[in-house]
């Protein structure tokens, strides 16, 4: 397995799904990103990833990971974004039996010692996958 982890600017995006595609195509690889580039950048085919909220259930209340209208951490004027995200691979060898199964957000309740603050600015991806044999 293949795990990755990066903030991506739209400078660095095709670098990085560059040097993840010329991994070993039977290695999973998940990986998870922080970016502020737009949701139209992003195309599943281009990048030979699958995006896990688009393969999961789509859940209205996982779509965004930044969300100024939730979360008053964040005192900038923004819309909420799905900053975050994760990409994942099935190995040829695996013949996709790799399954998305869930994802949800997590850190999305305030710090208990605190009425006010939450842990970041970001909420963060759960993921959860079965592995068939």
């Not at 990103?33 to 990048?47: A, F, G, L, M």
């Amino acid at each position: 397995m293949d795990l990755f982890n990066a903030f991506i600017e739209e400078n660095t995006y095709s670098f990085c799904f560059e040097q993840i595609n010329q991994n070993n195509p039977n290695h999973i690889v998940l990986f998870g990103i922080s970016s502020q580039i737009p949701d139209t950048c992003w195309n599943s085919k281009t990048i030979n990833l699958n995006d896990l909220w688009e393969k999961t259930d789509q859940r209205p209340e996982a779509t965004y990971t930044f969300d100024p209208e939730l979360n008053s951490n964040i005192t900038e004027k923004h819309e909420p974004q799905r900053s975050d995200r994760i990409f994942f691979r099935s190995p040829t060898s695996m013949n996709n039996q790799l399954k998305p199964v869930h994802m949800e957000l997590e850190g999305i309740q305030r710090i208990k010692t605190s009425d006010i603050l939450f842990p970041s600015k970001h909420w963060a991806i759960q993921a959860y996958f079965d592995v068939e044999n």
